[in-house]
């Protein structure tokens, strides 16, 4: 999902910005590595233009891991384990830290026996997803990573917040060519994304939202207040809730109404994620598998566009192109989210 294009304040270098935002969670408490992996998670969405999971989100973490019970130095535990599954328990640490342990371990159980599966309970948000999931691809394998969310959606024919748009990932490696990276909720929108369009005073297209009485709404502020539109009608909500029940049924963690809402916010360690790893290998010549993506790729890319498009993009051949110039140019950040990593430099000084 592409943003509109509006004014931004600064570019600022990757690396600056990592630094900066890993300099702000060790304030929080958290170890170098565990500072290091979580601001590198919400620069790596940055980089690749997925804003609504950026740096906009350091003061949300700043305040979970200082004042609403996250706790910083949590540790992920595996609990139980059965071959090529295993249970972890991420005793309340941030789900970036739970994920990037689970992945490793998935990977390692899938060199083992083809595939790894991690369930996890006790964590918390863990950003953007495609960020787990292509720590396989860096292993030659296809990573698959879903979460459950706040109740933002109702039930197909319903008005009540009762299902999180429940996200998927799914990062397939290539040759040559960008790997194919797919990483979306099941609604028209995340709630991410809406802050985006409200913090930027934008207009929301339409479908993406339902205000509190239940009508469209292109106005991002009455959006937060209201309902998230699913995609595909009841489709979305039935891929929603088997995507929820993968993150939290079987690692026991929440779900739905279970781990708050948008109101009041959510409670501290009750998220769950679901987490895999496929060893190409084991299925196929990963040679020959990465040359089919290969052209794939470039078959997408070469197909007639139609009317109103310029050209047709893999999934996550958008933001491979974005990365490679916000690298080269600086990452564009609004004043308001500079501000925000300013108000929580100026808290943390004082502690």
């Given at each position: 999902?592409s943003?509109?294009?509006?004014a931004?304040?600064?570019f600022v270098p990757a ?13 929080c408490?958290m170890?170098t590595?565990?500072a ?19 740096v906009i989100?350091v003061?949300d973490?700043?305040?979970?891991l ?10 992920p535990?595996l609990?139980?384990?059965?071959g090529a599954?295993?249970?972890?328990d991420?005793h309340?640490?941030?789900?970036q830290?739970?994920?990037?342990a689970?992945?490793?371990d998935?990977i ?15 964590s918390?948000h863990c950003?953007?997803?495609?960020y787990?999931?292509m720590?396989?691809?860096r292993?030659?394998?296809?990573g698959?990573?879903?979460t ?22 799914v990062a ?5 060519e960008p790997p194919i990276?797919f990483?979306?909720a ?6 991410g ?7 930027k005073?934008?207009e929301?297209?339409a479908?993406?939202?339902f205000?509190q009485s239940?009508?469209p709404t292109t ?7 209201g309902?998230?539109q ?6 979305g909500i039935g891929l929603?809730m088997?995507?929820?029940i993968?993150?939290?049924f079987l690692?026991g963690?929440?779900?739905g109404t279970?781990l708050?809402?948008?109101?009041n916010?959510?409670k501290?360690?009750?998220?769950g994620?679901?987490?895999m790893?496929?060893?190409i290998?084991?299925?196929e010549?990963p ?13 997408i890319?070469?197909s007639r566009?139609?009317?109103?498009f ?6 996550g051949e ?5 990365e490679?110039?916000?690298r080269?140019?600086?990452?564009p ?15 943390l000084?004082t502690?």
């Open positions: 999902m943003y509109p294009t509006v931004t304040d600064s690396s600056e910005l990592l630094e900066r935002v890993e300099s702000l969670f060790a304030g408490g170890s590595r565990d290091h992996l979580l601001a590198d998670s919400l620069v790596a969405a940055d980089v690749r233009g997925v804003h609504s999971h950026g989100r003061p973490y700043v305040r979970k200082v004042h609403e019970g996250v706790d910083p130095k949590g540790t535990e609990v139980r384990e059965f599954t295993a249970t972890m991420a309340n640490a941030m789900g830290i739970a994920c990037a689970a992945m490793q998935a390692a159980r899938s060199s083992r026996y083809g595939v790894g599966v991690v369930s996890i309970r006790g918390n950003g953007a997803l495609f787990p999931a720590h396989a691809i292993a030659g394998m296809i698959i990573v879903a459950n969310a706040l109740p933002t959606m109702a039930p197909w024919g319903g008005s009540d917040k009762i299902l999180g748009i429940n996200p998927i990932a397939i490696p290539s040759g040559g990276v990483d979306a099941f609604s028209m929108s995340s709630h994304k809406i802050r985006v369009y409200a913090q005073g934008l929301l297209p479908g993406w939202a205000d239940g009508q106005n991002a502020e009455l959006a937060l207040e309902l998230l699913p995609i595909g009608a009841f489709k929603a088997l995507s929820g993968l993150s939290s690692s963690a929440a779900f279970e708050g809402d948008m109101v916010g959510p501290p360690g009750l998220d994620q679901f987490v790893a496929l060893n290998a084991a299925f010549e040679d020959r598998f990465r040359a089919r993506v290969d052209r794939l790729v470039r078959q890319r070469e566009p139609a009317a109103g310029d050209r047709c993009y893999s999934p958008l933001e491979y192109e974005t490679s110039r916000y080269a140019d600086g990452i950040l609004s004043a308001e989210t500079l501000r925000g990593l300013s108000e929580c430099e100026r808290a000084a502690r």
